[in-house]
């Protein structure tokens, strides 16, 4: 069975400060697809990032950053010089591959991450 | 263009109403998806539609009762429901192509439901 953990509930940090949100997960499949979404306020999931199991580069989008680490089964979430619109639930999805059938985003429970001005 | 569309935003509906939630999208993808969102927890997935087909349900009761029309468009039914079932309803797309892999899922802004 598939299990996505982000241990830390609520972070809260002071605009421009750098925050990392935590995805652990666990998978017996070896090939496997690792997502993070942003939640604002307004309810719709913004899709951030999709990772491949056979991809561990890191990437880089912006202020966005993602550490892939398939040894620690972690995918973790790096805002650097957070800003107020960075205010919002940050879920990490774990997704198995499935030939012939849709494969479900097995979802963490979600990380708040409120940004003071 | 990633959009996804649902109306209502909001819906408020007794116990004994029939109502209809609506999605579309048009960006050729042929997956489709309600999920079921509760204040302050993940997405829990209800239905999934691959190439207009139900191809997955999540023992989801059947006060609720998925359609999709066509690739563009999917609805959900809404009968007899309960106050529990109050909650943000969510519909994503995505890619779908056979024995290729999991996509990113697109998600729309959601409807939130009040059942009185």
């Known amino acids: 069975a598939q299990k996505v953990t982000q241990a830390q509930t609520e972070i809260s940090v002071v605009e421009k400060e750098d925050v990392t949100l935590d995805c652990v997960y666990e998978?017996?499949?070896?090939?496997?697809?690792l997502f993070w979404y942003k939640q604002p306020p307004s309810g719709e999931l913004v899709f951030l990032i999709r990772r491949n199991s056979f991809d561990e580069q890191n990437e880089i989008s912006g202020r966005y950053s993602w550490n892939f680490q398939k040894s620690t089964s972690s995918f973790n979430f790096t805002i650097t010089a957070s800003q107020v619109v960075d205010s919002a639930v940050y879920f990490c999805a774990l997704s198995e591959r499935r030939a012939g059938a849709n494969s479900k985003l097995t979802f963490g429970k979600g990380i708040t991450l409120s940004v003071r001005p | 263009d990633t959009e996804v569309t649902q109306t209502p935003k909001h819906l408020v509906m007794g116990m004994t109403n029939k109502k209809s939630l609506k999605c579309e999208q048009h960006m050729g993808h042929r997956a489709m998806y309600w999920y079921k969102q509760k204040a302050k927890k993940p997405p829990e997935l209800m239905f999934v539609y691959s190439y207009e087909k139900l191809s997955i349900n999540e023992s989801v009761p059947s006060r609720f009762s998925p359609e999709c029309p066509n690739s563009s468009l999917l609805n959900l039914h809404l009968h007899a429901l309960q106050p529990e079932d109050s909650a943000l309803y969510l519909c994503?797309?995505?890619?779908?192509?056979?024995?290729?892999?999991?996509?990113?899922?697109?998600f729309g802004p959601g409807t939130r439901l009040t059942v009185t």
């Open positions: 998978t017996r499949d070896t090939t496997y697809y």
């Open positions: 994503a797309s995505s890619p779908f192509r056979i024995g290729r892999g999991s996509y990113e899922q697109y």
